[in-house]
């Protein structure tokens, strides 16, 4: 029997579906969102995907992309369906509000550690900390049910894939998932889609770029850096954060560094959200336990959480970790 066999049987008797990732949604969020939205609808169900915040700016190419809501419909679903959430209340508050009250079945496809003690919570729950992405668990529940996935679909899981794995290039990235985007890149343009990701960003970017990078701290010789963006930044350069969030990742590519801070502002001078990296090959560090300290969670090398505070103080977190780790 297949172990997606109860989500199968849920599903057929739903007609209307609300979907959601996680909030502040990365690319796995959006990418296996926007495919799972894809196939449900293409089951003959009446899809809502929701995203309680922005998409990431460089998948905006992909299929349905400009129709996820930030309000839900106010009548009822039959079913909540939830990716790459590690708690359901991941989804967003107001996401949440409206699952956690429902009687309808709630489902979630997810790959995040520690997210079966949730369990309880869901008609169905699958969770597999060795699927390098959400989108990668959505790939193996379309092959079980003899899925074929069209392009949108095929674009939309590999984006989501890209993301977790770095472009394929993180520890995380397994035999799973070339299998995978070997099978899905068959269903579309795969230049024409890096073209898309990687090749398409503006000038704007790099000029704040050379902002941020020009006042980084690089602690511990070289093993940490910390570095910020504020509000005025972004609005000096007319960009959303998401368009310069991946410099933690291009941070970590410093052959000395094992852990990265990006404290980027949120509320004018008092709310920082913290993104920890650290390198699964240098130090193999856990950010969790950083990320934890404030109420935030995460991946071994990926974790984030939220510091309400002045910069000084969040900074003065962020080097009194960097001083425990490295002395
Ligand atoms: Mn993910």
Redesign the pocket.
Same mark, same amino acid.
């Given at each position: 029997m297949s172990q997606f066999s109860a989500l199968d049987t849920i599903i057929k008797d739903a007609k209307v579906v609300f979907l959601s990732g996680?909030v502040n949604p +990365?690319s796995?969020?959006m990418g296996?969102a926007l495919a799972a939205a894809s196939m449900l609808r293409r089951m003959g169900k009446e899809v809502t995907v929701f995203r309680a915040n922005n998409y990431p700016y460089n998948g905006m190419f992909l299929a349905g992309s400009g129709c996820a809501v930030t309000e839900l419909p106010a009548a009822e679903p039959d079913l909540w369906f939830l990716v790459?959430c590690a708690t359901p209340q991941r989804a967003g508050d107001a996401f949440f509000a409206r699952m956690s009250v429902s009687k309808a079945k709630k489902v979630s496809l997810?790959?995040?550690e520690g997210a079966e003690e949730n369990g309880n919570f869901y008609d169905f729950q699958f969770s597999d900390p060795d699927a390098c992405?959400?989108?990668a668990v959505i790939w193996r529940w379309g092959h079980e049910i003899g899925w074929q996935f069209d392009r949108n679909e095929s674009e939309a899981l590999c984006f989501?894939v890209f993301? +977790?794995t770095g472009g394929l290039r993180y520890p995380n990235t397994n035999r799973e998932t070339f299998a995978m985007v070997g099978e899905l890149s068959e269903n579309f343009d795969y230049a024409e889609f890096c073209s898309q990701l990687y090749e398409n960003e503006s000038i704007n970017r790099f000029r704040m770029l050379s902002e941020v990078i020009g006042s980084m701290s690089v602690l511990a010789d070289g093993q940490a850096v910390i570095f910020r963006t504020t509000l005025d930044q972004l609005e000096k350069y007319h960009l959303t954060p998401d368009v310069v969030d991946t410099l933690v990742d291009d941070v970590r590519s410093i052959s000395t560094v094992k852990l990265v801070f990006r404290i980027r502002e949120v509320e004018c001078g008092r709310v920082w959200k913290f993104s920890i990296r650290s390198s699964g090959f240098r130090g193999n560090i856990d950010c969790i336990p950083i990320a934890k300290k404030y109420g935030g969670g995460g991946h071994r090398n990926a974790a984030g959480f939220t510091f309400n505070g002045s910069y000084d103080d969040a900074f003065a977190y962020a080097e009194s970790a960097v001083h425990e780790l490295f002395g």
């Open positions: 996680h +990365d796995d969020s296996s790459d997810d790959h995040h992405a959400a989108a989501g993301g +977790d």
